[in-house]
Structure formats: structure tokens, C-alpha cells
């Protein structure tokens, strides 16, 4: 459990690091299908999302998900991005239900 309920909001260092990683990397995950798990405000992915062909952006708590869906919508990535809860403790990773 979180600290504060605006933590899974805030964009952690480990998501500027991963960001950063996937600039540097670009050819990795070029034209790639991508699931970011714990998405919370979804940097990474839409770092990813001018350099995939998909983005699935995942996490659990309803207000995270909505934070999660305006970034796309600001950023313009709603072709590539999608949003989407993910339970992998009660549904199973293999469950990704459409918001």
C-alpha cells in the first residue's frame, strides 16, 4: 500500500530512467507491441508511443487510469496508447479489461 493516495500519480525517477532508456534504445522497440505494467501517469509509454506500432498503458486505481487517459489524450498518442485496468493479483495477468 501506498503512503499517499497521490503516489502511483507522480512520475517516479525509475520512469525518467526508463524513458531515457527507451531514447536510447529506439531500435529496440521500434514498430514492437508493449504492455507498461503500474503505468501510473504513463511516461514511458508515451515515450513508446512514437515508436511502437501499440501501447498498452496498465494499472489498477480508477483516478490513476483517468490521469492516465487525459497524458494520452494531451499528448496525442490515442492511436498508438491504450488505456487499461489490470488486476494481476485477482484476474490474472492474462486479463486486460477494456476502460
Sequence with gaps: PFTTPLAPLQVWGASLLLADFVLSRVS?????????????????????????????????????????HRNVTLNNAHLCCRVRRLDWIEEGVGEIKRE
Design 28 to 68: 529496440l522497440f521500434r514498430d514492437q507491441i508493449v504492455v507498461e505494467l503500474g503505468a501510473g501517469p504513463g511516461l514511458p509509454g508515451l515515450v513508446l508511443s512514437r515508436i511502437c506500432r501499440r501501447v498498452f498503458l496498465t494499472d489498477f486505481a480508477d483516478p490513476v487510469l483517468r490521469q492516465c
